[in-house]
T-cell receptor, first 113, second 116 residues
Framework: DTEVTQTPKHLVMGMTNKKSLKCEQH?????MYWYKQKAKKPPELMFV???????INESVPSRFSPECPNSSLLNLHLHALQPEDSALYLC????????????FGPGTRLTVT | GESVGLHLPTLSVQEGDNSIINCAYS??????FIWYKQESGKGPQFIID?????DKRQGQRVTVLLNKTVKHLSLQIAATQPGDSAVYFC???????????????FGGGTRLMVKP
């Protein structure tokens, strides 16, 4: 199984809502990543988890709150988002944080109204 | 046809022709590079990688060339097929930052359109 799954596929939320994005992998990978991708732009790294601990936070606003409850799951909790946060949110995993190859999920298309 | 990467984001080729997609990377200390393919509605998919101690690496129908002197990377696709239509991103991995993990830094991307 070389698949990273993400739910939901699409999400529309208001600026006062609280929602969560979910990511799951069963490859035994110990590093997981969140990326944000705006239309026609490359993915930009947000967070890196290594062995369930946050190792990199790329100066992401606190309205995005990541969580890694176990080695297979990665969540991104969203609260009080702005319309400019609308984007494709991609999850990826790799064997560990020193392994180069990352496997990406299909993403969650988020629209903030 | 040849793309100049960031400043020409769309490359249109005829089915069966060879494609060349170019990328300029930013960090001369980066020691690993990857090409990703992203189809509409999907996440990036690994195509081929190359380490900085190599100039060329070949895969199935794809070849990556690395020119460290000018910090340039190219992806060559032989006998381009309609299924190759996608956006292609190069990515570099700069030196470890505080041993916190490898970080992918993506280039701007080029859209490849294959005409049947």
């Amino acid at each position: 199984d070389t698949e990273v799954t993400q739910t939901p596929k699409h999400l529309v939320m208001g600026m006062t809502n609280k929602k969560s994005l979910k990511c799951e992998q069963h490859m035994g990978h110990r590093a997981m990543y969140w990326y944000k991708q705006k239309a026609k732009k490359p993915p930009e790294l947000m967070f890196v988890y290594s062995y369930e601990k946050l190792s990199i936070n790329e100066s992401v606003p606190s309205r995005f709150s990541p969580e890694c409850p176990n080695s297979s799951l990665l969540n991104l909790h969203l609260h009080a988002l702005q319309p400019e946060d609308s984007a494709l949110y991609l999850c990826a995993s790799s064997q560990d944080s020193l392994t180069y190859e990352q496997y990406f999920g299909p993403g969650t298309r988020l629209t903030v109204t | 046809g040849e793309s100049v990467g960031l400043h020409l984001p769309t490359l249109s080729v005829q089915e069966g022709d060879n494609s060349i997609i170019n990328c300029a990377y930013s960090n001369s200390a980066s020691d690993y590079f990857i090409w990703y393919k992203q189809e509409s509605g999907k996440g990036p998919q690994f195509i081929i990688d190359i380490r900085s101690n190599m100039d060329k690496r070949q895969g199935q129908r794809v070849t990556v060339l690395l020119n460290k002197t000018v910090k340039h990377l190219s992806l060559q696709i032989a006998a381009t097929q309609p299924g190759d239509s996608a956006v292609y991103f190069c990515a570099e991995i700069p030196p470890l930052r505080n041993n916190a993990g490898n970080m992918l830094t993506f280039g701007g991307g080029t859209r490849l359109m294959v005409k049947p």
